[in-house]
C-alpha cells in the first residue's frame, strides 16, 4: 500500500513539474540555419527541463505578416520573434520589444560592429543576430571557365550580363543567371533596390519624395527584367531565396546573386551537386558601388507582451552564443554553422578552413554602409530598404509591380508609374509631405 502511495505520489509530482514547465512560442523563417536550430533545440530543453520549445516556421513573406500584426495588436502569440533590421530600431521606438540583456559569458563585443549597429535603438541591443548577411556573387568557376569568363573582385553589372549570355545553356538545363523575382519587400525588392543603388538611384530624395520614376530605376529594372527574361530560368517571377536556392544546388544556375548565408548551403557537398566548383564575387555595380549589397540579419527578439521573458532571453542567449555555433560544428561540420554575427567565428582556422566563402562573406558585410548607400544623399537609413514604418506597406506594392513587368504582365514604365503612385500615396498619408 504504502508503495503504490509513494508511486502516486511521484506520478502526481511529475505531472504538476510537466503542467508547471513553460511553453516558449518561437516564430520562425524556414530557412536551413532555422530548421537546424530546430533540431538542436532538443539540447536546449535537456538542460533547460523547465522550458519546451513550440516552433510556429513560415515562409518569409508570412513570417513578416503574422509577427508584425501580432505585434501590433499585442496578440501575444510569441515568446519569440524572428525579425530584421528593418522592423527592430523601428518597433524598439514604439516599445513593442524588449531590450536584450545577456550575461556577460555572452560576449556581446565580440557581436560584428554592423550586426550590433543595426539591431540597436539609441544604444541598446533589442535583438540578438542568429545570422548575418550582405550579398554577393555566386558563380559556377566550371562554367566560367569553360567560357573564358574572369570576374574581377567586383565585377560590374555588364561584365554579369555578358558572361550569363556565355554560360546560358538550357537545352543542358542550365540557366545564365537565377535571381528573385517573387515579389516582397524583403523578397525581390531587396535584390532589385541593391541593383537601383548601383544604378545610382533612391528610394526617396531628400523632401522625401518617391523617386521611382527617375533614370536609375528605369535604367535598373530595364537591365533586371531583360537580363532574366534573356538568360534566367523560366518562372522567375515566382522564385525565392529557397527556389534558386533548389535549381544552384542542382546544377541549373551559372550565377547567383543573393545572401551570403547562400554559400554555407551551396559549398556543401550533401545538399549540392556542384559544392567543389562554386566561386564567389563582390555584388555587381554599374555607376556606383555605394549601396550595391545588402546588409541584413535574421535576429530573435523577445516581444514586449510575452508572459514569459526570462524564459525567452534564456533561450536567445543560448541560440545566438559562441557555444551555439560550437554546437552546430561539432554536430554538422564548421563549414554549416551561422555566419556573418560574430568575430570569433572569422578568427576561428577550423571554420576558415571548412568555409572558403568566409573572406568574400565578411568583406560584404564590412562594406555595406546603412548610412551611406546612395550616390545621392537620401533622408533615410538602410541599404535594400527605408528605415521608415511606411516602407512595408510601399515595399509590398512596388515588389508586386516589379514581378508582374518580370512575368511579361506590364511594362517597366507602366509598373514603375503605378509604383510611384502607390509610394506617394502611403508617404502622404503618413504626412511627410501634401
Known sequence: MRLKAQLTLIAGLAAAFAASATDLVIATVNNGHMIEMQKLGKFFEQANPDIKLKWVTLEEGVLRQRVTTDIATKGGQFDVMTIGMYETPIWAKKGWLNEIKPDAAYDVDDLLPAMRGGLSE??????????????????????????????????????????????????????????????????NMAFITTMVNSFGGQWFDMAWKPQLESKPWHDAVTFYVDLLKKYGPPGSSANSFNEILALYNAGKCGMWIDATIAASFITDPKQSKVADQVAFAQGPYSATT??????????????????????AQKFINWSTSKAYIQL????????????????????????????????????????????????????????????????QAIGIAVGQQMSSALAGKVTVDAALKAAQAAADREMRKGGYYK
Open 290 to 311: 555605394k549601396g550595391a549589397n545588402w546588409l541584413w540579419a535574421w535576429a530573435l527578439a523577445i516581444p514586449a507582451g510575452t508572459k514569459n521573458a526570462d524564459a
Open 122 to 187: 539609441g544604444g541598446k541591443l533589442y535583438a540578438a543576430p542568429f545570422y548575418g548577411e550582405s550579398s554577393m556573387l555566386m558563380y559556377r568557376k566550371d562554367l566560367t571557365d569553360k567560357a573564358g569568363v574572369k570576374f574581377s573582385e567586383r565585377p560590374t553589372w555588364t561584365e554579369v550580363r555578358d558572361a550569363a549570355a556565355k554560360i546560358h545553356d538550357p537545352k543542358n538545363g542550365v540557366y545564365g543567371i537565377c535571381l528573385r523575382g517573387k515579389p516582397g519587400w524583403g523578397d
Open 328 to 391: 552546430v560544428a561539432k554536430e554538422n561540420g564548421w563549414g554549416t554553422v551561422p555566419t556573418g554575427t560574430r568575430k570569433s567565428t572569422y578568427a576561428t582556422p577550423e571554420f576558415l578552413k571548412a568555409a572558403r566563402f568566409a573572406e568574400a562573406e565578411k568583406k560584404a558585410i564590412d562594406s555595406a554602409n546603412p548610412n551611406d548607400s546612395t550616390l545621392p544623399k537620401s533622408p533615410y537609413v538602410g541599404v535594400q530598404f527605408a528605415a521608415i514604418p511606411e516602407f
